[in-house]
């Protein structure tokens, strides 16, 4: 559930407090977009903060991964902030909505079901939008070195001698 919250005098203390409150992605009306649990945030500059908490929700839902925390997927879609993608994402967020309402949602975002969300973007897994934030989240989302050890990759190898004696069949998690 997004909360969207107008007053611009919050303190920090406040903003954390509301973002907590929201139970979900908080949407906050000051360019920011925050965890539940506030333990990050982020200023968006040129998309509005429902689309980048569309983004992040939508990026979840195409790779989602229970041991990856909301940051990570921030970080993935951060480039999608940016004037040159703005009217793009615009559209895309916008046709998404528009198919939730059509289900009976308010939006995306508030569709609270993943397994209703996954089938939204099945209606569009074709279109350039969604093909074009997919595509991006596989480079944005696993190239992050800190989420490296969740999937027990160690990383390349070359500089280290390679696979061969450092336990390239020590995977346990197939």
Do not use: C
Not at 25 to 45: K, R, Y
Not at 66 to 87: F, H, L, M, P
Request: hydrophobic share 45%.
């Amino acid at each position: 559930m997004a909360e969207r919250i107008s007053n611009r005098n919050l303190t920090r203390r406040q903003l954390l407090q509301s973002s907590v409150a929201a139970g979900g992605i908080a949407v906050i009306g000051m360019g920011f977009v925050a965890a539940p649990d506030a333990a990050w945030a982020l200023e968006v500059t040129e998309i509005t903060e429902h689309q980048m908490a569309t983004l992040v929700q939508m990026a979840r839902d195409i790779y989602p991964h229970d041991r990856v925390a909301d940051e990570y997927y921030v970080i993935a879609v951060k480039g999608y902030d940016s004037a040159d993608k703005k009217a793009f994402v615009a559209q895309g967020v916008a046709r998404l909505d528009e198919l939730a309402q059509a289900a009976g949602n308010a939006s995306y975002l508030e569709t609270k079901w993943e397994e209703n969300r996954v089938a939204l973007l099945r209606q569009i897994e074709n279109d350039a939008f969604f093909q074009a934030v997919r595509g991006g989240l596989i480079t944005g989302l696993y190239n992050q070195k800190a989420i490296w050890p969740i999937f027990g990759y160690e990383g390349e190898s070359f500089s280290k001698g390679g696979y061969i004696h450092r336990g390239f069949d020590d995977i346990n998690w197939l």
